[in-house]
């Protein structure tokens, strides 16, 4: 029988050392638990084998993107070229507090090289462009630190460097990716039309898709094989607006639609979780003209299995 899908979620990112692996909630719902950042990755990284409902994605988020240099052959920059290069601010000094509360930037293909392991991987992200997020005062987002936004941006450039390592590890391993895109659109289609399109084996999913009807139909649809193109739905994202909701969901062939929560499970409850997937799962009846909750339930299964296997 069809379960639930949660095809994107999370768990907290927080600095704190106690970050064990967790345990994931018992519910009836196969996930893919994303990775953001080297922090939430700890808590998820040995998650694959304890629980055949959870799949596991590596990811560097743009909103962490910044935390990562690009080692050219030469020295590593030190820690404010690093931040001084991919960070954009017109004060200095609301610049320079960020960067010394910021940690020792990472180089991203050592990250790679010591974190990532196919045996303990699914999927790819989540990964992706952001035009709109600013920085919070302390540096990046943490969900037991919460702190006002500063008017630091992580330049697009750099975010794109992150976004395109990301897409070749994906295409070496043939690993399909969750991707993120805020207010960039062709950017982010023209790197997934170049890094990704040629590659057949890599399944791309837009995570709680927010461009236009006309990039939907006009650009991905157009361009993206259906079989390998997925957007999974949140209601907190895709459901704000019920009328424009109804119109992406109808103008979507079945086969790519995919649920999510992009929740924190560590930190959702039960109730919650399920509540937030059954109001995707009945939209998506209704607006795919589907007889039932139950069969819009057993089309987005379906679809979860041909997106990871
Ligand atoms: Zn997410």
Redesign the pocket.
């Known amino acids: 029988m069809a379960s639930y899908v949660d095809a994107?979620c999370?768990v907290t990112t927080s600095t704190k050392t106690n970050a064990n692996p967790i345990s994931l909630s018992d519910l009836p719902v196969v996930r893919c638990v994303?990775s953001n950042n080297s922090y939430d990755w700890q808590k998820i990284k040995n998650l694959k084998d304890s629980d055949p409902r959870t799949k596991v994605g590596f990811g560097v988020h743009p909103w962490y993107s910044h935390l990562y240099y690009i080692a050219d052959q030469g020295h590593p920059p030190s820690k404010d070229a690093h931040y001084r290069s991919v960070l954009q601010c017109s004060d200095t000094s609301e610049l320079e507090q960020i960067i010394c509360r910021l940690p020792e930037p990472v180089s991203l293909s050592d990250y790679i090289h010591t974190e990532f392991e196919i045996a303990s991987c699914d999927c790819i992200g989540?990964i992706g462009l952001d035009k709109l997020f600013r920085l919070p005062e302390n540096g990046f987002y943490q969900g037991d630190d919460h702190a006002p936004l500063s008017r630091v941006k992580v330049s697009v450039e750099h975010q794109a460097q992150i976004f395109i390592q990301m897409c070749r590890l994906a295409t070496i391993h043939s690993l399909p990716v969750s991707i993120?895109s805020v207010k960039c659109p062709s950017l982010v289609f023209d790197l997934c039309q170049e890094h990704l399109l040629p590659h057949s084996n890599v399944n791309v999913c837009l995570?709680s898709f927010t461009g236009s009807l006309e990039t939907l139909t006009g650009v991905w649809l157009k361009k993206f094989p259906h079989e390998r193109l997925f957007l999974s739905l949140s209601s907190y994202i895709n459901f704000k607006n019920l009328d424009s909701a109804a119109k992406l969901v109808q103008a979507l062939p079945p086969h790519c639609i995919l649920a999510e929560t992009?929740f924190t499970w560590d930190t959702a409850d039960d109730d919650t979780i399920i509540r937030e997937l059954d109001f995707v799962l009945s939209q998506i009846a209704l607006h795919q003209k589907l007889q039932s909750k139950q069969e819009a339930k057993e089309l987005i299964y379906t679809n979860y299995q041909r997106f990871i296997l």
């Open positions: 994107h999370h994303m989540e993120h995570h992009d």
